[in-house]
């Protein structure tokens, strides 16, 4: 007896995709407006869900004492050899402090000194106690007005006509229900892809990794499939973690001024540079020039350091501290061994994303985009994810203010005939599992993975491109026993889609700006011609190109426009 998936409609003003950081924020800032309904849609619970589920240690992006927004967004652009868009950086930087006190009201505890002032970590960071972050954001966006949470509904396609967004479509995790959610607005907030490649542990412990493996790369995946414009997403980011746990290595490097050591002895940290894809590079280079394993030096600190770090990684990485105290040795007495992780794209360390004007909106009307998954500002962490559900969040409403908006009917018979395709088809040989394999062999392999030292060349590319497409000529035919194995086959589409984007921007790039981000082989040097963005547009064609000028000096705040047909018109210093 075939199977056929029930279906809900459901209309709101606005709809948010992602209870994760950006999500629950924008959902609290519109909840104050209190005019507007407004749905959250999902995957998990929003209680845990998304990169803050564990919790985290620090405030990675805040203005400290003596320093002011415009020194963040250098920062930025320094750390990214330039290619940030800093007028989402600056208004990023100029809301961190506002919405870290915001999660201080409301629960959060920031830790303080003698005189009552935040403890810093640096110049950019302050201390928390963070295991609860997720809880009280999920409460702030629950108990906003004219909220509703919607939780283990998986959403896979916008509902888009004339470049226009009029909602999306998705279904319930748990029981063969499909939801279509038609509304005025939607905002996307779920976050970047993790997956892609061959992670460091094989096996059981693959899904081991630095980024949340849950976090498959849905929303830029609807994107790139509805025609929205992507930015920079051969800026990939690859982790510096400690050794099999992939716990965090800032909290020791910031934490006691652990510096990078190889297995000689030596201090390599400089030798390299010291920008967030150098501390990758030199780790790599020499690991495979014979002079590894690399470690943090902590043999030196304190005892009292050494119970700080204990503490610390109780937080967000619990799996560090168990493996010390396990094995008998703490950092004191023995270095932290550490090594890369696989490439992953993510906005929130990278400039990888939707291209988004300073409200948020992407180039489909009607569709915003903030955190991980909007591009051209990287670095902004929590804070900066947060501030830019509130930045979208804004701009969603002048947009509900200023326009007569009408949902219209979008055909989505096609997107639930996939649903049933997959839930009635004959068994089959190749399983999800076997897939996602090859594609991370693949990626791996041709695309820049660990196996190859992060390296790739136009050669590759081509292999990797073919070989990509190939797999979805065999992905058609996955077979779901129910609805959380139809979840696995959607995350598996989402990742394919994203990886042959991910492919062209790498081969567009000509030029080695970021070593180990996007160490192109073919083109080893930095090339000042490449001082630009490089973005794409999914066409009937194939993936389109599109190179942009970077802004600079006096930058005005890009603002999109649209025409009666909601073709996209570019206004405000960027693009002519």
Known sequence: MSKNITVEELN?????????????????ILGQNGKHKVIIAEKANIKRSGCLAAGVNAINAYITEGRVPQDYVDYCKNDAKGIVREDLLLSISQGLNEVTKKLEDNGLVILKDENGKYVTR????????????????????????????INHI?????????????????????KEKAYVIKSKAVLMATGGAAGLYRP???????HKMWYPPFNTGAGYAMGINSGAEMTTLEMRFIALRCKDTIAPTGTIAQGVKAKQMNGLGEIYETKYGVVTCER????????????????????????EQEEELYKAYLNMAPSQTLKWIEGGQGPKSQNVEIEGTEPYIVGGHTASGYWVDNDRATTVRGLFAAGDVAGGAPQKYVTGALVEGELAAKGILKQLAEEETETIEVNYQQ??????????????????????EAMQKIMDEYAGG?????????????????LINGLFEVFGKLKANDTDELLQIYELRDRLIVCLSVIEHLNARKETRWHSFAENMSHPNEDKDYALYVNSVKTSEGIKIVKRPLVVDDYKPLKFTFNEDNTINYAGGVVH
């Open 12 to 28: 709101t003003d606005v709809l948010i995709i992602g209870g994760g950081t950006a999500g629950c924020y924008g959902a609290y």
């Open 122 to 149: 640096g110049n950019r960071n302050i201390k928390i106690n963070g295991e609860n972050i997720k809880p009280i954001l999920a409460e702030m966006a629950k108990n906003a007005p004219n909220v509703e949470v």
């Open 450 to 466: 660990i196996k190859k030292n992060y390296q790739y060349n136009e050669a590759g590319l081509v292999i990797a491109k073919k």
């Open 280 to 303: 990758v590079y030199g780790t790599t280079v020499e690991n495979a020039n014979g002079r590894g394993p690399c470690y943090l030096k902590t043999d030196e600190i304190s005892s």
């Open 415 to 436: 997107i639930l005939d996939s649903y049933n395709k997959h839930l009635n088809n004959d068994a089959s040989n190749i399983s999800i599992e076997q897939i996602e």
């Open 200 to 206: 460091n542990n094989p096996g059981f412990s693959r």
């Open 154 to 174: 998986n959403i896979t396609d916008l509902l888009v006509a004339g470049n226009r967004v009029h909602g999306a479509v998705g279904f319930d995790v748990n």
